[in-house]
């Protein structure tokens, strides 16, 4: 059975910080591609950042210089360190995995709520 488990969502201030975390199991987790994807109220998920399995990291415009992404592999766990937050970064962010080969499987987890306001 798969597993994404996020955690360290809540509630910060304008300018504050953030991690996310997001623990898989019931996978490779060295071989999936894995990413942060968020959903405002009444909006589309969005991708935030995504790390390949070789490392290679690319992030949304809206977070690029604030956000960084990273994983663990001995730990299967991705992160998301977000920094310098500002209110229009207040979504539900789901921790994703994907891989294609000769087959392609994605998953996502439950979502962990991040709020930006005074």
């Known amino acids: 059975q798969v597993q994404l488990v996020e955690s360290g969502g809540g509630l910060v201030q304008p300018g504050g910080s953030l991690r996310l975390s997001c623990a898989a199991s019931?996978?490779?987790?060295?071989?999936?591609?894995m990413g942060w994807y968020r959903q405002a109220p009444g909006k589309q998920r969005d991708l935030v950042a995504r790390?390949?399995?070789?490392?290679?990291?690319n992030y949304a415009d809206s977070v690029k210089g604030r956000f960084t992404i990273s994983r663990d592999n001995a730990k299967n766990t991705v992160y998301l360190q977000m920094n310098s937050l500002k209110p229009e970064d207040t979504a539900v962010y789901y921790c994703?995995?994907?891989?294609?080969?000769?087959?392609?499987?994605?998953?996502w987890g439950q979502g962990t709520q991040v709020t930006v306001s005074l």
């Open positions: 994703n995995a994907y891989y294609y080969n000769t087959y392609q499987r994605n998953y």
């Open positions: 019931g996978i490779i987790f060295s071989i999936y591609d």
């Open positions: 790390i390949i399995s070789g490392g290679t990291t």
